[in-house]
Every structure is written in C-alpha cells, then in structure tokens.
C-alpha cells in the first residue's frame, strides 16, 4: 500500500498542493477553527455588548427613549462630565463607592491570599487527614453563591443571627459600619479557597529535591519558604492576586444578595452604584458611563500590573 | 455577575430577557389565539399565585377561546423584565405593572394608550373606581393601564396589646398614635409601639408621600418636574423617622426589615403593638395571627395639620393591568382584560389576595361588606391620592426610599438624623433625578 510519502511527487506533478503542505495548512488552520465559536461567542456575549455599552454612554438614554435607542438625545461627553463632577451628588456618590470598592478590594484579596497561601503552605507535607481537611477548605467555593450569601444574611442579622447570639452582643451587621466588614468577610470566605486551590496546585511543582538540598545547608521552615516557596510561587500569585482583584472589584453578586439593591452607604460597592444608576433610576446612560469609567480603570490598572511583573520577570532571567 | 462590563451586560440582559421570557403571543393569524401574560406576585407564593389564577383562565379560554400563558413574575424582578420587553420590543401581551410606575412606564410609550375607545372595550370608565383610575398614568394623557387589585394603607393595631395597655381605641390622630406607642413600648419584653419596614425602599417612600401630603408637600413642580427637597417634606421624613430616633415607639432592629414578613409577624407574636400596611388580613391570617386580635383604622392625621397640609391617609396603591403596545393580538388583550375587571372576576380575586375590587359593581358582593373591608374602601374613596404621576415617579421612589433607609440606619445606630441632614440627602436625590433629565 503507498503512503502518503509515496504519492507526493506525483500530486506536485499535477500543480496541485502536496499533501505534506495541505496536512501543514491543515495543522496551521485547525486550531483557528477549534477557536471559532469561541471567538464568535466572545463577540457576541462581551465585545459587541461592551461596544454597545459604550455607545450608550454617549447618549441620554432614559424611559423616554429606551424604546427606541436611536430617538435618545445624544449627550457627547456630558455623562462623562457629570459623572466626574466630583462636586455633585451624583459624582460624590461615584467617587465614594470608587474608595469603597478599592478598600473591599484590598482587604478581601489581602486576606484571600493571606488564608489561600498559609493553608496551601501548612498543607504542603503530608499529614493524616490532610485530604479531607482540603475538602473541608473547598466547600465554600463549591457552594452555590447565592444560597450561601443569603444564609450569611440570616446569620448576620441583629435580633436573630447567629453572630450575634455566639457573641453575645446586639450589634448591626448588615447597616452601618460594620456592613462593609460583613462584607469583607463574606467575599474573603467565599473567595480563599480559590486562592488556596491556585497555591496549592503551584506548590506541587516546586519540586521537593529543591527542599531537601536547602535542609541539608540548614535552612529552616522559614528561610525555604522565603528562598524557594515564594519565589517559586511567584508567576501563580501574579496571575492569582489579578484574577482576585478584577473579581473582587467587579464583585456585585455578594453585596446585592446579602444587602438587596440598596446596600448600606458604607457598603455601597461601585458595581452597587452602577446598576442602581442605570436600572433603578432608569439613567441608562449615566450607568453606561460610569461602567465605562470603570472598564477603563481595571483596563490601565491590569495593563500596569502585567507591564510591571512582565518587566520583573524579564529582569530576573 | 461580575460588573466591570456592567453596560454591556445592561445590553446583554435586555436582550436575553426579552428573547428568553417574553416573545408575545402567537403571531400567526390562522393559529389559535393566545396571548402570554405575566401577572404579579400577589398571594403568598408564586406558586400560589398559579393556583389562583389558572382556574380564572382556563375559564376565559374556555369562554373566549383564546389561550392565555401565564408567568407570575417576583417583584424584585418585574420592572427590570418591563424594561427590558420595553427595549427590545418583544415582551408579554398582557401584564401587571404597580400603578405608582403608571406615569414613568407610560413615557416609554410601549404601552397601549387606554383611550376611550379601548376604555370601552373593556367594559367602560364609568365602572372604575375614580381614585384607582387617577392613578394609572400622567393626568390629561390616556391611561396606560386599567386598575385590576386597589389597595390603601391602613393602620393595623394588635387589640390585645391596646387591652392589656389600657387603651380602648385605635389613635385618631398622630399625636396619639405617638402617645399610645410610648404606653405600648416595653423593650425589656421585647414588646414596640409600632412595626416599620424601615430598610424597605418602597415602603419608605410610601410613607414619605402620604405623611408629605399631610405637611403638605408636593413632590413635583406644576411643570411635572420633580421636587423632592421643601420645607414640608423635610418634616415628613423627620416625623417618619422620629418614629424610632426620638419617640422610640419602633424597635432599632426595624431599620433591617427590608420585607413585610417580619412586621407582621412582630403584629402577630405580640412584638409590635401596631404596623401601618396595605390591606393583608389574608397574610396575617397566613402567619396564624388570632384575626380576633387584629383592628385596622385609618392612619391618623396630625391634631392640627399644617395650613398646606392636606387630608391624606394613604396614596392609591394598586396594580394595574396594561397591553403591550407590541401585542400582536390587541382585540384578544383587550378581552382578557375585560375578562379580568368583569365583577365576577373581580369579586373572586381580591377576595381571594385581600385587595380592593377597583370597579363599582365589584363591591355588591358580601366578602367586602366586612368592617376591615369598608375602613380602606372609605380610606381609598376619601383620604387616598396618587403618588405623584410624573415620568420619574420611580427614580422619586428609590431616591427617597433609599435615602431613608439610610437615615433609619445612622439612628439605628445611634447617630442623629436633623433637618439639616434630611434637606442635604433631599437636594441630592433631586440632583440625580435632574441627571436623568
């Protein structure tokens, strides 16, 4: 039987592609086509939306014209202008979720790395019952969100949740003050056992022989964890410590089921702000822009992030 | 969801929801007829709601033969279902809307005018009550919908706290109701003057309007443009809150409730000796409430209103019943809604929900000849009036609402809510309306 091998000069006699450079083009083309409908679904569930929204910043669209989009008045810049006019309720408002949203950020993904790092790292040796400890750690993250948000809202409640009972005051958890510290609490415990799972899976490939050579110079728990874990962790934290940034920024599904649509002013989360501002007082363009604003911020603040560790990577090399 | 691309998931969620849940009735002009209406939630569930009303339309199919498709839509998810069949065109062919969105919903213009004409078709103006019909849309234009369930506000009172208390009589005046909620208050037994659904948006700003109208506050300028920071709303809001920060008649706790649940299960249990809500003997009976315990009266008015003041106990609440302007089968929309405000039909559901019959003819029947009844029968017929119907009726709802949320939660907390503090969230709830223009 011939093999392909044999046909190729005849076929290249004809003028035809040899089938060495068809099955070529069909290895060059194949992956493309493997990522068609992704990209086409890419299209159509985020940029052609995100155009969309974007258009819509540009326009006053309210009740009045949110039957026919093209009959809303165009604003220009005016949304944009009035949405950074940090003297008016509106933008007083916008600014105030910005640092709120930018505390949560920091709180909920400083201790996400925090708790996700040190039970990744005590969890490295084998124990008894390690396994089912990991278990344990992962079942928030297995939890359907909004059951166990809204099981969260039961607890923190004053007259009957559990928190207060345990604690034995009669505090508020869910306005005031402290419903931005119920907040962080409930992302960070929703939230870390991803970040426990990412370092886990990172930890396995430092490999052990690095550790052994290091115990036997002497180094210590300590002294590994700084010489090898952590910078053998490094390009998972890079990419860990982003993905829990632009989750927890963008975080809307915690703060609406644990506080509904009008989450306390101390809480009030900038992804809050915004739907509030285009569904509930119907100022779709207005919301558009702030969405906009804030694509823009979590845009330049992912491009510095990746430029800077990009730059430090290539330094170490 | 995760916001960051929050616009164009706006576009995207408008879109899926349309094309997922609405998509009209039948189109074709050979097929049998059948329309989709996607009713409110009105019972205790939404399953409750099916049970209640598939009876009624299977009994319309089988009279008229047109095949109604129900969904009962939550509350927390009807106005973003309305906006988005109202942007993408395609949505039910009947549906309930609260009448207080009447004037903002009739802006989009996605809503068949009710003129005349259509008026007639479904059985005339006449037979509507006038209150509930003032309340469906921007006067001098064509209602966007006809009243289906009345409501009005009430004051529900626990007659066995009022005995053990000493107090023989529901309050007749405000100034009473704040007396007899010091004498009903005993935190050391977990016993309040008065239940509120202080961390409900909605309910906060229910109440804004009625005690507003009282002080005399208009909410909107006579252009139609809305004006939410005055001298007498200031006072509104400050006798609301007052309520808990200095007559501390309502438990602090009350800033969470965010349901009516809750309320009225404090009514019930004994907790709170008095709850001002729409008409729900159905739900306390629900809750297992002893109904031999449970008085309603009108919410007082104060001893000596203000000169501006006006003699408002509740607004006129209400759903109403509205046709997509996209129906496809506007004559057979029309029936339906004919059917649903025919007196039978009306007898039968807002006996069941506990609501009000909103046309005459309703009324002959013996379920609303009870004492209960004929208190917010007499409050909507006298002392109810419209929540302002302007277009931005529902950002005035959620301004305001929202902002007393807050003002519940800083005294909750301690912190002192004045006059000052009121007229400053006032002003920028009006700043954002003027932003939507």
């Keep these: 039987m011939p093999t392909a091998l044999d046909d190729a000069p005849a076929v290249q006699a004809t003028g035809a592609p040899a089938p060495r450079t068809r099955r070529k083009r069909r290895r060059v083309a194949l992956p493309y086509l493997l990522l068609l409908p992704a990209i086409l679904l890419e299209l159509l569930v985020h940029l052609i939306p995100m155009l969309a929204g974007l258009a819509m910043s540009f326009f006053k669209l309210t009740q009045f014209s949110i039957r026919d989009f093209t009959s809303a008045p165009a604003a220009g810049i005016d949304n944009y202008k009035f949405v950074l006019d940090f003297d008016s309720a509106v933008g007083k408002a916008l600014l105030g979720s910005f640092w709120i949203s930018v505390l949560y950020t920091v709180f909920s993904v400083g201790f996400c790395w925090l708790f996700g790092t040190s039970a990744a790292v005590l969890m490295q040796k084998d124990f008894r019952g390690r396994g089912v400890l990991r278990t344990l750690f992962l079942v928030p993250y297995a939890l359907p969100m909004y059951a166990a948000v809204i099981t969260w809202s039961f607890l923190l409640q004053r007259d009957t949740g559990l928190v207060n009972s345990l604690l034995g005051t009669d505090s508020f958890w869910l306005i005031g003050d402290n419903s931005f510290w119920s907040l962080v609490i409930v992302s960070v415990w929703r939230n870390w056992p991803f970040a426990f799972l990412i370092v886990m899976a990172g930890l396995q490939n430092i490999p052990a022989e690095l550790y052994e050579a290091a115990a036997i110079d002497g180094a210590g728990w300590w002294r590994q964890f700084q010489a090898i874990t952590q910078p053998m962790l490094r390009p998972v934290n890079q990419v860990l410590l982003l993905v829990l940034f632009l989750w927890t920024f963008n975080d809307f599904n915690t703060p609406y089921v644990l506080f509904g649509a009008s989450a306390p002013k101390e809480a009030s989360l900038i992804s809050i702000h915004i739907y509030q501002s285009s569904f509930v007082t119907w100022n779709f363009g207005l919301g558009s822009a702030m969405s906009v604003l804030l694509l823009v911020f979590l845009l330049i603040v992912s491009t510095v992030y990746l430029g800077l560790t990009a730059r430090r990577r290539n330094a170490s090399v | ?437």
């Design chain 2, 1 to 437: 969801m995760r916001i960051g691309k929050i616009a164009p998931a706006l576009v995207l969620a408008l879109a899926a929801a349309a094309a997922t849940a609405c998509g009209g009735g039948d189109t074709s002009s050979s097929a049998p007829k059948e329309l989709v209406y996607w009713a409110s939630n009105q019972g205790t569930s939404l399953d409750n709601d099916k049970a209640v009303l598939r009876p009624e339309l299977d009994r319309f199919e089988k009279a008229a033969g047109i095949k109604v498709k129900l969904e009962v839509v939550p509350w927390t998810d009807l106005l973003n279902r309305i906006l988005a069949a109202t942007t993408s065109g395609k949505g039910p062919d009947v549906l309930n809307i609260g009448n207080t969105w009447s004037a903002s919903l009739q802006a989009t213009g996605a809503f068949l005018p009710f003129d005349d004409a259509a008026l007639e078709k479904v059985g005339g103006k006449s037979r509507f009550l006038g209150p509930s019909l003032a309340a469906t849309g921007a006067s001098g234009r064509p209602p966007v919908g006809v009243p289906l369930y009345g409501q009005a506000y009430g004051l529900y009172y626990n007659k066995k706290l009022f005995a053990e208390a000493g107090i023989t009589k529901p309050p007749a005046t405000w100034e009473e109701l704040v007396e007899d909620g010091k004498k009903l208050t005993k935190p050391d037994k977990g016993q309040w003057g008065l239940s509120l659904q202080a961390g409900q948006v909605t309910e906060n700003s229910h109440h804004a309007a009625i005690l507003g109208a009282q002080q005399g506050a208009r909410f909107s300028t006579p252009d139609g443009k809305p004006q939410l920071a005055s001298d007498p709303s200031v006072a509104a809001v400050r006798q609301f809150v007052d309520l808990m920060q200095k007559d501390k008649i309502v438990n602090p706790s009350n800033a969470e409730y965010a349901d009516t649940a809750k309320s009225l299960k404090d009514l019930s249990d004994g907790k709170a000796a008095m709850f001002m809500n729409q008409a729900s003997a159905g739900s306390f009976k629900n809750i297992g409430m002893d109904m031999a315990d449970l008085g309603v009266a009108p919410i007082p008015l104060p001893a000596t209103p203000p000169s501006a003041g006006r003699k408002v106990t509740s607004f006129v609440a209400g759903i109403n019943m509205a046709v997509f302007k996209g129906t496809k089968n506007p004559d057979a929309a029309l029936d339906f809604v004919k059917f649903m405000v025919s007196a039978p039909e009306q007898a039968l559901l807002n006996k069941t929900y506990g609501s009000l019959p909103t046309v005459q003819d309703a009324y002959s029947d013996a379920a609303f000849q009870t004492e209960d009844v004929k208190v917010f029968q007499g409050v909507l017929a006298n002392s109810a009036e419209p929540m302002p119907q302007v277009p931005q009726e529902s950002q005035f709802e959620t301004l305001i609402g929202t902002a007393m949320k807050a003002m519940f939660a800083d005294v909750a907390a301690g912190k002192p809510v004045d006059d000052g503090k009121i007229r400053d969230q006032l002003n920028q709830a009006d700043q954002q309306i003027a932003a939507g223009g």
